[in-house]
């Protein structure tokens, strides 16, 4: 399948669409979850985001979804991408979500890894953020790759993994 949705090095946006709206409808049947998937293409991806296709489920289930900082939405999207045989290069460009909470989620963490920056800044001292998934480090190297006077690096293994914040090093 994957040979369909990626053209010239590129995700075909409409095809991957379609091939996510396609799997994702028949996993909520099968798991009988009360929840409505909607899932668009997106033609201009935001500057601060890779996402080219944005999922989103959301309904009466989708606390079910959520528990345990959403590990049931993290599962779907982990079932998803093996399902559309996407290399893990094109994992960035398909965002799955409930009603908004991984967006929240995603800008809490740039706010976090600003604050924690600025910190790093006048104290001159490393700071180390809780272990994250490999997604949410991204967003947070992301987030400081332009910062002043901080450089970021992932530390740890599998679950474990975080982000710690540096002073720069003076050139």
Do not use: C, W
Not at 63 to 75: D, H, P, Q, Y
Not at 83 to 111: N, Q, V
Request: avoid cysteine; glycine fraction near 4%.
């Amino acid at each position: 399948m994957a040979l369909d949705l990626i053209r010239d090095g590129k995700l075909d946006r409409q095809a991957a669409a379609d091939a996510l709206r396609k799997f994702l409808e028949e996993i909520v049947r099968v798991s009988g979850l009360d929840v409505k998937v909607k899932v668009q293409a997106i033609e201009a991806p935001a500057a601060d985001s890779d996402a080219e296709v944005i999922a989103d489920l959301d309904g009466r289930d989708k606390e079910i979804l959520l528990e345990r900082n959403a590990e049931v939405l993290k599962a779907f999207e982990h079932l998803a991408f093996r399902a559309l045989r996407l290399e893990p290069t094109y994992h960035e460009k398909i965002h799955l979500d409930s009603g908004g909470y991984r967006a929240l989620r995603f800008e809490e963490l740039r706010m976090t890894a600003r604050v924690a920056a600025e910190r790093v800044q006048s104290s001159r001292q490393p700071f180390r953020l809780n272990p994250m998934s490999s997604r949410e480090r991204r967003i947070v190297h992301l987030a400081l790759k332009e910062f002043p006077g901080v450089r970021t690096e992932s530390v740890g293994m599998g679950e474990e993994r975080q982000v710690v914040i540096h002073p720069a090093k003076e050139k």
